[in-house]
């Protein structure tokens, strides 16, 4: 019971998919955040329609009934009603709109000067991840590849499919730039918690801004079908305090540095 629970608080601590969920995973950046009020604001016209529809319907039921109605009115035309039935759903399609598009271009929008920039390489079925800000003249480099971990693998508390050996390590609270491209078929990059989902494709760099506001660790898929293990190239990103990721960059240099 004990392992149960310690495994529940360790899972329930991650931004990754649970069973039988509904809704959203929690945001942790603006466009995710955006995304959600979004949704919920769209989803309160929807639930103002669907109330309107059923009070129609059922009151069409009720009223015009063959026992009460045995002699139905014919009615073939009516201005009045087409008309507002075409300026209203006109208006709330406008204030849906509105924040939508604003939404859409803002997740357009590239931060001219990103504090780290890093490049999401896929192959089939596994992703190569290059800190481009690291590399040096004499070979330097910060790349490594990412593979998912075997179920036989797993430790306790790790989720199953959407570990990986290598994750993406970036500091928390920091403007980052996550260029996307693939070396042989067309993948995607995609993190749920952090609202992005950019296409890799052959021979052409696509790019994307994300600014991770607390510190976590954020799991996503390849969500594009890429092949035979399409299923088996999850993603993990794995924000952190700016000092822990200072660390964790000497930690990754260092190795390189001895071996020259």
Same mark, same amino acid.
């Given at each position: ?169 970036? @500091? ?19 993190? @749920?918690?952090? +609202? ?6 052959? +021979? ?57």
């Amino acid at each position: 019971m004990i392992v149960l629970e310690w495994l529940f608080l360790t899972i329930a601590a991650c931004d990754a998919a649970e069973p039988w969920q509904l809704g959203f995973q929690d945001a942790a950046t603006p466009m995710m955040q955006g995304i959600i009020d979004l949704h919920h604001d769209i989803f309160f016209f929807l639930i103002l329609i669907l109330v309107f529809v059923l009070w129609i319907l059922v009151r069409a039921l009720w009223h015009f009934h063959y026992q009460k109605n045995p002699i139905p009115q014919r009615i073939v035309h009516g201005t009045t009603i087409e008309i507002l039935w075409t300026i209203f759903p006109s208006i709330i399609l406008m204030f849906i709109a509105i924040p939508s598009f604003a939404l859409l271009y803002s997740m357009d929008e590239v931060v001219v000067d990103p504090a780290i920039t890093i490049k999401a390489i896929g192959h089939q079925w596994y992703w190569t991840y290059e800190y481009s800000d690291y590399n040096s003249s004499d070979e330097q480099s910060l790349t490594f590849d990412s593979y998912m971990i075997p179920e036989d693998d797993l430790e306790l508390g790790q989720l199953r499919l959407l570990e990986v050996d290598n994750r993406v390590v970036v @500091p928390a609270k920091t403007h980052l730039r996550i260029i996307v491209t693939s070396a042989d078929v067309l993948h995607s990059w995609a993190v @749920p918690s952090l +609202g992005v989902k950019c296409d890799a494709v052959p +021979g052409r760099l696509n790019q994307i801004s994300i600014l991770v506001q607390r510190e976590g660790v954020y799991y996503g898929q390849c969500s594009e079908i890429c092949g035979t293990n399409h299923a088996f190239m999850p993603i993990v990103v794995e924000a952190v305090s700016r000092k822990d990721y200072g660390s964790w960059v000497s930690n990754q240099l260092i190795p390189q540095t001895g071996e020259a």
